[in-house]
Nanobody
């Protein structure tokens, strides 16, 4: 169906930046949504960002608003997450997801990437 391949995770110092990428392949549609979630040890999977691929409208929770930016490249069926001013509390496994539209809950997405570790040192 749809496969999501993530890249860009790694180790960064607090205040630094990191850019994650997620490329979708397989049977994609002209109108769908993609999002990023993260899961830290002992915590539930948390919504990070979402984008409607056809229009480009974006959504963020307060925890990352102003620091993270989600963007799209429709020609490549790729979404990016630019993370600036990273904090130790941003440390988590970050997952890319795809679904039929904008969604803020993990259960609303149909496809998931493998996850990529982001570690922010203090």
């Amino acid at each position: 169906q749809v496969q999501l391949v993530e890249s860009g995770g790694g180790l960064v110092q607090a205040g630094g930046s990191l850019r994650l990428s997620c490329a979708a392949s397989g049977r994609t549609f002209s109108s769908y949504g993609m999002g990023w979630f993260r899961q830290a040890p002992g915590k539930e999977r948390e919504f990070v960002a979402a984008i409607r691929m056809s229009v480009g409208d974006t959504y963020y929770p307060g925890s990352v608003k102003g620091r993270f930016t989600i963007s799209r490249d429709n020609a490549k069926n790729t979404v990016h997450l630019q993370m600036n001013n990273l904090k130790p509390e941003d440390t988590a496994v970050y997952y890319c997801a795809a679904g039929p539209g904008i969604a803020f809950r993990a259960s609303q997405y149909d496809y998931w990437g493998q996850g990529t570790q982001v570690t922010v040192s203090s």
